[in-house]
């Protein structure tokens, strides 16, 4: 995991906290528009933990059919407890929406008609 993506991480509560809606809404004039513009940056950030995690996992893959050699491996363990521990993507999204860290742009808005 990159540096800047540890640092994010580290100051994010695992855990729920309470938000203040019109905090969230101040940012684009629309509540809607901004749990939007949140809910596209977690899918983001979730597509890439995820893909990280698997290339990570994809290193100790067994391609062998035998069940005899299934073991254990610590390693393996302990990046899959790593990622557990991770704040969730919409927690860490709607962080970086407070603090200005995501940028979104609204396109005008067309004439249907014309």
Known sequence: MSKSKK?????I???????????????????????AIIAKRANQINVALKEEL???LEEFASHSDS??????NKEQIEI???YERLPNPALQATQEFLEDKIYYRK???????S
């Open 7 to 11: 640092s994010l991480v580290h100051h």
């Open 13 to 35: 509560s695992p855990s729920i906290e309470t938000r203040n809606v019109n905090q969230i809404k101040e940012k684009t004039g629309n509540i809607y528009e901004s749990i």
């Open 54 to 56: 698997h290339a990570k």
């Open 67 to 72: 069940l005899e050699e299934v073991h254990e």
């Open 80 to 82: 899959s407890r790593y």
């Open 107 to 113: 396109e005008e808005d067309q004439d249907l008609f």
